[in-house]
T-cell receptor, first 120, second 111 residues
Framework: DTAVSQTPKYLVTQMGNDKSIKCEQN?????MYWYKQDSKKFLKIMFS???????INETVPNRFSPKSPDKAHLNLHINSLELGDSAVYFC???????????????????FGEGSRLTVL | AQSVTQPDIHITVSEGASLELRCNYS??????LFWYVQSPGQGLQLLLK????DTLVQGIKGFEAEFKRSQSSFNLRKPSVHWSDAAEYFC?????????WGAGTKLIIKP
């Protein structure tokens, strides 16, 4: 049973299109994240939601819009795709909103397998 | 500014040999330190973490890491690597709400 699942795993599209990536976690976690991993493997956080509320919104173009219909889902919609958006996008979840929680899994992020977006 | 440096972009070791991956950080307060592993085509998985206490931390898959405050380092070690350890390894330092990631070190295993 996959803990954090993302769809699609691969996405190839043309510049200017709009696309969405979906993420679901069945861990009962309160916090979910979107990360972008570029071609050099550098990981950068984009957004974080806690119980459907946005808590981290890094400097990301407003073409990127996260949506959290419930605490188990965090989707990422991207408008007007550009070449530079090509990357692997990772969804992740954690038990608590901060690193300094008290649970056994404190500070641990659980990642999905990633969605590789290629913009042509 | 907070930062994490992994000086080695890639490291090649022979199967059965020992391994040390380096991680240095710059952080103003007590750091919370993590090592994650990313196998090819997979998401990241936590290997181990350091919050406080014993500076030698044991993790999964036979890995350990040692926190050295004087050197601002949190190096990852394994006494004998297996071919299945070939992966990308990421060090991260945590503030209360997010992690700052190193650029990763790719581990290549020679048969």
């Amino acid at each position: 049973d996959t803990a954090v699942s993302q769809t699609p795993k691969y996405l190839v599209t043309q510049m200017g299109n709009d696309k969405s990536i979906k993420c679901e976690q069945n861990l009962g976690h309160d916090t979910m994240y979107w990360y972008k991993q570029d071609s050099k493997k550098f990981l950068k956080i984009m957004f974080s939601y806690n119980n459907k509320e946005l808590i981290i919104n890094e400097t990301v173009p407003n073409r990127f819009s996260p949506k959290s219909p419930d605490k188990a889902h965090l989707n990422l919609h991207i408008n007007s795709l550009e070449l530079g958006d090509s990357a692997v996008y990772f969804c992740a979840s954690s038990q608590e909103v901060g690193i300094l929680g008290v649970g056994e899994n404190t500070g641990e992020l659980f990642f999905g397998e990633g969605s590789r977006l290629t913009v042509l | 500014a907070q930062s994490v440096t992994q000086p080695d972009i890639h490291i090649t070791v022979s199967e059965g040999a020992s391994l040390e991956l380096r991680c240095n950080y710059s952080y103003g307060a007590t750091p919370y330190l993590f090592w994650y592993v990313q196998s090819p085509g997979q998401g990241l998985q936590l290997l181990l973490k350091y919050f406080s206490g014993d500076t030698l931390v044991q993790g999964i898959k036979g890995f350990e890491a040692e926190f050295k405050r004087s050197q601002s380092s949190f190096n990852l070690r394994k006494p004998s690597v297996h071919w299945s350890d070939a992966a990308e390894y990421f060090c991260a330092v945590g503030s209360n709400y997010q992690l700052i990631w190193g650029a990763g070190t790719k581990l290549i295993i020679k048969p």
